[in-house]
């Protein structure tokens, strides 16, 4: 006969957790002896390895006594419904993981690889850090809405790049995003700016439009993370309001969602 202290140590578990069994009902308890102590016999020993090896695979403590009671077939559905459950929280856990070192690398918003090294292409041609800021929150947006779009319009990103314009276009938007409203002088230079971006902006799209690359590109008729992207710069910056009308005077409802006013006309 052991006690309690021998029974744990036996199969491997703490004095703690016998105790603990006992309380939710999953291992009997014995009677006192006249000493007033406890005594555990070899059924108690094997009931208790069952428990641990059935707790140590992750079956929840709740499912145990089911399975100890279950016959042969039983036993063997249990089992591969767990098996299924606990591989579905593996993949669950992995997929945490891979958001966690995506963390980790200071990528806040998860975003896919293609568009990470779109941002760094972005700082390779000389777009400042704010304004790379920016466009990563945009991006954060639209992938919410669209994550399995966001890999197809990549290579189509980064083919833009290789047009000097474009390059010249952020380069614009980051100076922008580093003059003050408030300063005279700058006030004038923010102007000119405004007027450059929207031009080079128009002329980029209606040439997208004429080749029909626009059309490729439109996820659907969801205006909703286009409005939050025109929401998104405006609590960035106090003149992105100037820029969407500007661009109505070009003929473009936005500067975020390229879609032509007056098609017709």
């Not at 140590?56 to 036993?75: H, K």
């Not at 205006?223 to 710069?233: E, I, K, R, T, V």
């Amino acid at each position: 006969m052991l006690t309690i202290g021998q029974l744990a140590s036996y199969a491997g578990v703490t004095v703690r957790a016998v105790r603990h069994y006992h309380q939710i009902g999953l291992l009997p308890e014995p009677e006192r002896d006249a000493s007033g102590y406890r005594q555990y016999g070899a059924t108690a020993v094997v009931s208790l390895l069952k428990i641990r090896t059935l707790a140590d695979a992750g079956v929840p403590l709740s499912e145990i006594t089911t399975l100890l009671e279950a016959g042969e077939d039983a036993f063997t559905a249990a089992i591969q419904r767990i098996d299924t459950r606990l591989s579905d929280e593996i993949t669950r856990l992995e997929t945490s993981r891979k958001q966690i070192a995506q963390l980790a690398a200071g990528n806040s918003g998860a975003l896919a690889p293609e568009v990470l090294a779109y941002l760094d292409r972005l700082r390779e041609i000389g777009t400042s850090e704010k304004m790379i800021a920016a466009e990563r929150d945009g991006w954060i947006l639209i992938s919410a809405r669209w994550p399995d779009k966001v890999r197809e319009w990549m290579p189509y990103k980064f083919a833009q790049l290789e047009d000097p314009r474009m390059v010249r276009l952020y380069l614009v938007l980051s100076e922008l995003l580093e003059l003050d409203p408030d300063s005279g002088p700058e006030s004038d230079l923010i102007d000119v700016r405004l007027q450059e971006a929207a031009d080079i902006m128009a002329t980029l799209s209606d040439e997208a439009y004429a080749s029909g690359e626009l059309a490729s590109q439109d996820p659907s008729n969801d205006d909703l993370p286009f409005d939050l992207l025109d929401a998104l710069a405006d609590e960035a910056h106090p003149e992105a309001y100037r820029m969407r009308n500007l661009m109505r005077e070009r003929g473009w409802t936005s500067w975020t969602r390229q879609e032509k006013l007056n098609v017709d006309m």
